[in-house]
């Protein structure tokens, strides 16, 4: 075994094998947690991501929720304390939902519909129609006051029953008991009745409305029957507008509860009830401590403490209507200073309340016996003011602080694992930690406005960004909290318990003393039921039920005696935590919300253009515009018109300001920034970012869509449709401009991510200079003007005017023959017959001159007894003789010889035979495109018969015949073209090859001479071409001159003959031996070591020249190669000419749309206006040209 593990033949290749798996397995996982990391990070939110819980698929609801009803709950065997506690309890919790109904549903309906109405100026007929669709909600707020009056009475009177002296109850176990959260929800219901009436009363437009709705129904009055309205029923209507101007609109909802009759003679006594008026005393002076002297557990607890400053004047106020006892002025003068640190209350919307106007309204009485200088509350507001001003910035920076390491804490301490009880407690802290920040942050937000407000001080435009900072602020902490919602869910639970347990831990010792002591009484036995109830309440979800429950119990536990009072204030502390966690959600909903911005949106312009100054802070966005969106739940709320229309009103305001004070800056900004970093070569502008900061407006673009309530807003859509708009319109004014724009384009992608559109714009297409049938009504200018192209079948302008050629390609064809249909093909090619004709008769009149004849028959008597001799091969000496020879003949005014104008003509020849190509290929492009719509080629469909078949009409079956016969013709069209080439050249093949035209049998030795003037030219034009701003005259293609040359070698069937001649490869083996002997000299010359300057530079400057001839002539000859293709077709035996033009005539398809051109008959055109059959006869030569 030991000698098989040490195998000396192991050569270690097993281990390599074993290594290499790990290295694959390292390599996987390496991989594979990678793509993990970039899911979750995918997945993962930022905290600058547009965040919106109205648009997420899934929401967490984390109120506590059971089915139990209060009966089912309190079920003691103490059937007394069982009435009791069912009785308080069911009276807290109307409170409760009356409070709840007000805040949620009355006040946004009043708020907005005198926002709305003001909004609309309340114009009249439109203003009664509103107040009429809002008199429904006015009744059942009018029921609702009454309900709160009902409420309120029972609430008092069950109190008085309770807490008297004569009450058995009392005496024996409630004498020191204090029912404080009975107490606390009955203030509540004040304070909303208070709160509703500052509403009613501080939205102007509401009171004017409805006094042109009373003005309608006296209106009315006067002539019911033109209403259709019977005089009794009006009678019951006034009486109920009456009514309901009484109790809401006059501003008297809380007076009018507060002055009730609350004592029931010979049953409840409350005015004169000495040990109601004593609890009355126990509860302002406990709730008054607390508000002055909160510190210790309760100091952390979170909430706004103005409104419990509030909540305490509503019920003095209340407690003065019904005992009215000045006994303890000084608990009223510390109500009264607290003025200096609750100057005014925001309510809702715009309304804000000032506890010295109202206790002044409410205890006139106790204002009156304060000390004069004691009363100055204006005074202390003003001072208030200033010396928030001056703070203001300084606590908007600590709370900016603030919130960002909060948020921080949540991102890392709330997922902490650690012990579950110290992380549940770090959780409960961080989680109170927020709310009362959202308190703090919005208490200073509204407190500081209302106060310039109501004081009528202007804020400046640094102190309304920072007020909106706040908003920011409000939000981002809401966001915090929605982002791990799913976090707290987990463990909202377990929070709960862990309050609840706490709570047990003290509550049963104390139920095992009093167990222990086996006398019992009345109180004992009150105090053991309550215990137990309680128990049985923390045994549960923390409902609303519960919770009231727990508190009335526990006020008759913590009377007794015994308890200690650090006992005391940890039960309290822990009570008031488990209720602030069991409605966490909407605590949070509360205080960060951000509804008022619908009465605050005028600030909104200056923000944006302070964001637009500091583009670096643009990411906060959208935590603006979620503030925005709570403003939907108030106009959500409207009754008096269809909510969606104030809606649209409130976001066009908003989306107009965005627009006017980021979105265009922003484009123009960028655009700028484009064109500043393009040309910055001109340094068109100083970009020195030390003296000005150079602003990056990319935070802008980078942003997601900002959601609006109903609208999206895409900044990033909006910039490039600006840029694209822009480029588009500007290259449509200067098309040469187009690669500046194209530049801009790329650095918009690199520097701000923009994918734009290429600013290039495509080749004309329809434009009418370049259509068609301008170029056939022109045929004569457009061959002499344009230069044809033959590899890219294109033809170029030879001058421009402006700074651009025009081109026209087979696209350009295309799209003219799918605005004039097919039959403009035909009707060109019988344009171009004519126009070609014409041209032949000025050719046959060249060559028939008797100087040019007698020269070409000369040349024709030297090949053929020097053919041999010259090896076959004509020589370049003869053609440039000619090319001399004639010249010699004279000259135009523009220097150009008579074989310069002949090699034009044969150009303007080719020209015209190219066009024809393009046309042809043109029509094959349409034709492809449009039968493409058809399946089958080889299976088309007779629609003609399927629609005889069926019966169809006479006008359907002809329409489907000429629905076949069109896609016939396009199938025909599509698989066989026409040979245009092949009819022109067979409709003058017979005329050019008769005996009287003989005088046309020397053309192909012509043709030297023709190559060498070609060449000469194209040399001339490229040099122009070259030459510094070459415009006039420069040229780089004329590919006509060989297309016409190949052209008319096959009508005069001298393709052999030409050939015969080997011009080409004479031509271009004299410059190659040529450019040798010349490389050949020139190497020597620079060899030699006294070597001639001059003579080497001319030696270059000729091998330079060669070199290009050597070049000019290899292009001819392949462009003469590739024109010679277009003619290799067998032709038909000599026929008369009618047979060649009838050939011709299946090609006509229908006439051209819109077309006025005259065409041809039934030959379609082969036969002249004259009616003569192919060419003339030559007319008489011309005279001599002289010498």
């Given at each position: 075994m030991a000698d098989y593990e040490f195998d000396p033949f192991d050569d270690g290749s097993s281990r390599r094998v074993g290594e290499r798996q790990v290295q694959k397995m390292q390599q996987f996982a390496?991989?594979?947690?990678?793509?993990?990391?970039?899911?979750?990070?995918?997945?993962?939110?930022?905290?600058?991501?547009?965040?919106?819980?109205?648009?997420?698929?899934?929401?967490?609801?984390?109120?506590?929720?059971?089915?139990?009803?209060?009966?089912?709950?309190?079920?003691?065997?103490?059937?007394?304390?069982?009435?009791?506690?069912?009785?308080?309890?069911?009276?807290?919790?109307?409170?409760?939902?009356?409070?709840?109904?007000?805040?949620?549903?009355?006040?946004?309906?009043?708020l907005i519909a005198g926002h709305d109405l003001k909004e609309s100026k309340l114009r009249e007929g439109n203003t009664?129609?509103?107040?009429?669709?809002?008199?429904?909600?006015?009744?059942?707020?009018?029921?609702?006051?009454?309900?709160?009056?009902?409420?309120?009475?029972?609430?008092?009177?069950?109190?008085a029953s309770l807490y008297h002296p004569e009450q058995k109850m009392y005496k024996s176990s409630f004498k020191g008991v204090h029912m404080g959260t009975v107490f606390d929800h009955l203030a509540e219901l004040l304070t909303v009745l208070a709160i509703l009436d500052e509403v009613v009363i501080q939205n102007p437009a509401l009171s004017q409305a409805w006094a042109m709705y009373k003005r309608m129904t006296k209106n009315i009055r006067r002539d019911p029957d033109r209403y259709l309205v019977e005089e009794e029923e009006l009678g019951q209507f006034e009486k109920l507008l009456l009514s309901l101007e009484g109790q809401l609109f006059d501003g008297l909802i809380y007076q009018n509860c507060v002055e009730q009759m609350f004592d029931f003679p010979g049953v409840v006594e409350v005015t004169t009830n000495p040990a109601l008026l004593q609890e009355f005393n126990i509860y302002l002076k406990a709730t008054v401590s607390r508000l002055t002297t909160q510190s210790g557990a309760d100091a952390s607890l979170p909430g706004y403490r103005g409104h419990k400053y509030m909540r305490i004047c509503a019920f003095y106020g209340f407690y003065w209507a019904i005992f009215k006892d000045p006994q303890d002025p000084k608990l009223f003068q510390v109500l009264w200073e607290l003025n200096r640190v609750y100057p005014i209350m925001h309510l809702a919307g715009k309304a804000a309340w000032i506890s010295t106007e109202f206790l002044k309204k409410k205890v006139p009485y106790m204002v009156k016996s304060m000390p004069p200088q004691k009363v100055?509350?204006?005074?202390?507001?003003?001072e208030y003011r200033k010396n928030l001003a001056r703070t203001f910035s300084e606590s908007v920076s600590k709370y900016s602080q603030d919130v960002a390491v909060w948020m921080v804490r949540m991102e890392s301490d709330l997922a902490?694992?650690?012990?579950?009880?110290?992380?549940?407690?770090?959780?409960?802290?961080?989680?109170?930690?927020?709310?009362?920040?959202?308190?703090?942050?919005?208490?200073?937000?509204?407190?500081?406005?209302?106060?310039?407000?109501?004081?009528?001080?202007?804020?400046?435009?640094?102190?309304?960004?920072?007020?909106?900072?706040l908003v920011e602020l409000l939000k981002s902490i809401e966001a915090t909290y929605h982002r791990r919602s799913v976090l707290i869910g987990e463990t909202a639970g377990l929070m709960m318990q862990q309050l609840s347990f706490a709570l047990q831990s003290t509550l049963l010792p104390l139920r095992v003393a009093l167990q222990s002591n086996k006398k019992y009484s009345d109180a004992k036995l009150d105090t053991l039921a309550s215990i137990h109830l309680s128990l049985q309440m923390l045994n549960g979800p923390s409902t609303p039920a519960r919770q009231v429950l727990l508190d009335l119990c526990l006020h008759r536990v913590l009377a007794l005696s015994a308890i200690k009072d650090t006992t005391l204030a940890q039960v309290r502390y822990y009570k008031k935590q488990l209720e602030i966690l069991s409605r966490l959600q909407g605590e949070i909903r509360d205080a960060c919300d951000t509804s008022f911005m619908l009465w605050n949106v005028a600030m909104l312009?200056?923000?944006?253009?302070?964001?637009?100054q500091h583009p670096q802070q643009a990411p906060k966005l959208p935590y603006m515009f979620a503030a925005l969106n709570d403003c939907a739940r108030v106009i959500d709320e409207a009754r008096h018109t269809d909510p969606s229309k104030i809606r649209d009103r409130f976001c066009k305001k908003v989306i107009a300001s965005l627009r006017q004070e980021i979105i265009a800056r922003v484009c123009d900004s960028i655009e700028i920034d484009l064109r500043l970093h393009i040309h910055s070569h001109l340094k068109v502008s100083d970009r020195n970012p030390f003296k000005k900061p150079v602003q990056n407006f990319a935070p802008f673009v980078m942003l997601k869509p900002i959601r609006l309530m109903d609208h999206n807003i895409d900044i990033r859509m909006h910039v490039s449709h600006h840029l694209d708009t822009s480029f588009y319109n500007l290259t449509t004014v200067a098309q040469y401009n187009w690669k500046t724009y194209e530049e801009m384009r790329n650095l918009a992608k690199e520097k701000y991510g923009l994918d734009l559109i290429q600013p290039h714009l495509p080749g004309q297409t329809l434009e009418q200079g370049l259509d068609i049938l301008m170029i056939m009504r022109n045929i004569h200018v457009f061959v002499n003007r344009y230069s044809y192209n033959l590899n890219n079948e294109i033809f170029v302008e030879k001058e421009a005017e402006g700074k651009f050629l025009k081109t026209i390609n087979v696209q350009h064809i295309a799209n003219s023959i799918r605005t004039h249909g097919t039959g403009i093909m035909n009707t060109t090619v019988n344009f171009t017959y004519q126009f070609l004709r014409r041209k032949f008769v000025i050719f046959s009149q060249f060559l028939y001159d008797e100087h040019i004849k007698g020269k070409l028959y000369k040349e024709a008597r030297y090949w053929k007894a020097n053919r041999e001799k010259d090896d076959n091969q004509y020589p370049y000496e003869r053609a440039d003789r000619l090319v001399k020879d004639i010249r010699r003949l004279g000259t135009t005014a523009q220097g150009q010889s008579y074989?310069?104008?002949?090699?034009?003509?044969?150009?303007?020849?080719?020209?015209?035979?190219?066009?024809?190509?393009?046309?042809?290929?043109?029509?094959?492009?349409?034709?492809?495109?449009?039968?493409?719509?058809?399946?089958?080629?080889?299976?088309?469909?007779?629609?003609?018969?399927?629609?005889?078949?069926?019966?169809?009409?006479?006008?359907?079956?002809?329409?489907?015949?000429?629905?076949?016969?069109?896609?016939?013709?396009?199938?025909?069209?599509?698989?066989?073209?026409?040979?245009?080439?092949?009819?022109?050249?067979?409709?003058?093949?017979?005329?050019?090859?008769?005996?009287?035209?003989?005088?046309?049998?020397?053309?192909?030795?012509?043709?030297?001479?023709?190559?060498?003037?070609?060449?000469?030219?194209?040399?001339?034009?490229?040099?122009?071409?070259?030459?510094?701003?070459?415009?006039?005259?420069g040229h780089f293609t004329d590919d006509g001159f060989a297309v016409g040359?190949?052209?008319?070698?096959?009508?005069?069937?001298?393709e052999v003959q030409f050939k015969g001649l080997h011009w080409f490869e004479r031509v271009l083996h004299k410059y190659r031996t040529e450019i040798a002997a010349s490389s050949k000299e020139q190497k020597n010359q620079s060899t030699e070591q006294e070597r001639d300057?001059?003579?080497?530079?001319?030696?270059?400057?000729?091998?330079?020249?060669?070199?290009?001839?050597?070049?000019?002539?290899?292009?001819?000859?392949?462009?003469?190669?590739?024109?010679?293709?277009?003619?290799?077709?067998?032709?038909?035996?000599?026929?008369p000419i009618e047979a060649d033009a009838a050939a011709a005539a299946p090609v006509a398809a229908a006439p051209a749309q819109g077309d006025n051109v005259p065409v041809a008959q039934a030959d379609y055109g082969y036969v002249d206006q004259g009616g003569e059959q192919g060419m003339p006869p030559p007319p008489p030569p011309p005279p001599p040209p002289p010498p």
């Open positions: 390496s991989e594979y947690g990678t793509q993990l990391r970039e899911i979750g990070e995918a997945l993962d939110s930022t905290l600058s991501e547009v965040w919106d819980p109205i648009s997420d698929p899934i929401g967490l609801d984390l109120t506590p929720y059971e089915q139990c009803g209060l009966i089912e709950l309190v079920r003691t065997d103490n059937k007394l304390l069982n009435k009791l506690m069912l009785v308080f309890s069911s009276l807290c919790l109307e409170c409760k939902k009356l409070v709840a109904r007000a805040r949620d549903h009355f006040i946004p309906v009043l009664q129609v509103q107040m009429g669709e809002l008199l429904p909600t006015l009744t059942d707020f009018s029921n609702f006051v009454t309900r709160c009056d009902n409420v309120v009475l029972n609430v008092v009177r069950q109190l100055k509350p204006a005074e202390w507001r003003d902490s694992r650690a012990d579950l009880r110290k992380t549940l407690d770090a959780r409960i802290s961080l989680l109170f930690c927020g709310l009362g920040l959202a308190n703090e942050i919005s208490a200073l937000f509204h407190t500081f406005k209302s106060l310039h407000v109501t004081m009528r001080s202007p804020i400046s435009e640094a102190n309304i960004c920072k007020l909106l900072l312009p200056v923000y944006l253009q302070h964001l637009f074989l310069d104008q002949f090699r034009k003509l044969v150009t303007e020849i080719g020209n015209a035979m190219g066009y024809i190509r393009m046309v042809r290929s043109g029509g094959l492009s349409f034709t492809s495109n449009a039968i493409k719509f058809v399946p089958d080629l080889s299976d088309i469909v007779q629609f003609g018969e399927l629609c005889e078949k069926e019966g169809l009409s006479a006008e359907t079956i002809a329409a489907a015949k000429n629905l076949d016969h069109c896609v016939e013709n396009m199938s025909k069209n599509f698989a066989e073209g026409t040979q245009y080439f092949r009819m022109l050249v067979n409709v003058f093949a017979t005329e050019f090859r008769n005996e009287s035209n003989s005088h046309l049998q020397q053309f192909f030795l012509i043709v030297p001479a023709l190559t060498l003037s070609y060449v000469d030219h194209m040399m001339n034009l490229k040099d122009k071409l070259a030459k510094k701003g070459g415009k006039a005259g040359i190949a052209y008319i070698l096959k009508l005069l069937d001298q300057e001059d003579v080497l530079a001319s030696l270059n400057l000729t091998l330079l020249k060669k070199s290009k001839y050597l070049r000019e002539f290899e292009l001819l000859h392949y462009s003469f190669s590739g024109a010679s293709v277009f003619f290799k077709f067998s032709e038909p035996k000599q026929e």
